[in-house]
């Protein structure tokens, strides 16, 4: 079965950065689309950045040049670098790996326990 362990959140000013790691066990990754989401309370979770099994990538508008995901099939993680930090950009992000297979989207996700990332302005 498929787990998905995440790292790298914690506390940022407003301008800095983090970088969040995902790693996910099982032999299915490099054929995965895999994706970071993230949630605030009281809100639904969104869609941050995607990266397909050919390493295509998706952002969400208010991430774009900020936000890179990059995918190592060798070492079964996904990473989400996150410069220039906003607080807006607070929230639980979450690492999810598409079970479906198509390799492109994320149609049925599984997630992995998620990650706080806190910025200070």
């Known amino acids: 079965q498929v787990q998905l362990v995440e790292s790298g959140g914690g506390l940022a000013q407003a301008g800095g950065s983090l970088r969040l790691s995902c790693a996910a066990s099982g032999s299915t990754f490099s054929r995965n689309a895999m994706g970071w989401y993230r949630q605030i309370p009281g809100k639904q979770r969104e869609l941050v950045a995607t990266i397909g099994r050919d390493y295509s990538t998706y952002y969400r508008d208010s991430v774009k040049g900020r936000f890179t995901i990059s995918r190592d099939n060798a070492k079964n993680t996904v990473y989400l670098r996150m410069n220039n930090l906003q607080a807006e950009d607070t929230a639980v992000y979450y690492c999810?790996?598409?079970?479906?297979?198509?390799?492109?989207?994320?149609?049925?996700?599984?997630w992995g326990q998620g990650t706080q990332v806190t910025v200070s302005s």
């Open positions: 999810a790996l598409d079970k479906d297979g198509n390799g492109y989207r994320i149609t049925d996700p599984l």
